[in-house]
């Protein structure tokens, strides 16, 4: 398994910007992808992923341009950088990592607690 901790969520302004951390530990040398999902009540939408190797990465077309996914290999941490915000990207933020080496961007093995974000219009 992998633990996932995530942090950097909060209240900003339509317009502004904020980066969102995921720290992954335990079992990060099998890591083949990772990825963020946002949910509001009664919806979960995939936000974007990206290969472990940091070779691959895909979005959602609700964020394309706007939010952009990195890795840090030597701290095993994870980034989502959100720009442009819109209140309706008001969800709580979920990282995600995969190590069984599945095909899909969407599918996932272990996810963190969430880290709220929150846009006032």
């Known amino acids: 398994q992998v633990q996932l901790v995530e942090s950097g969520g909060g209240l ?5 910007s904020l980066r ?7 079992r990060t040398f099998s890591l083949y ?8 009540p ?7 992923g990206i290969s472990w ?8 077309d609700s964020v394309k341009g706007r939010f952009t996914i990195s ?6 941490t994870l980034y989502l950088q959100v720009n442009s915000l819109k209140p309706e990207d008001t969800a709580v933020y979920y990282c995600a990592a995969d190590w069984r080496r599945r095909d899909s961007w969407y599918s996932y093995t ?12």
Not at 33 to 40: D, E, I, L, P, T
Not at 53 to 60: D, R
Request: proline share 0%; with cysteine.
């Open 53 to 60: 190797s940091g070779n691959s990465t895909y979005y959602a």
């Open 71 to 76: 890795r840090d290999h030597a701290k095993n």
């Open 33 to 40: 992808k990772m990825g963020w999902f946002r949910q509001v």
């Open 42 to 48: 009664g919806k979960r939408e995939f936000v974007g």
């Open 20 to 26: 969102l951390s995921c720290a992954a530990s335990g």
């Open 110 to 121: 272990d996810f963190g607690q969430g880290t709220q974000v929150t846009v006032s219009s």
């Open 12 to 16: 900003v302004q339509a317009g502004g």
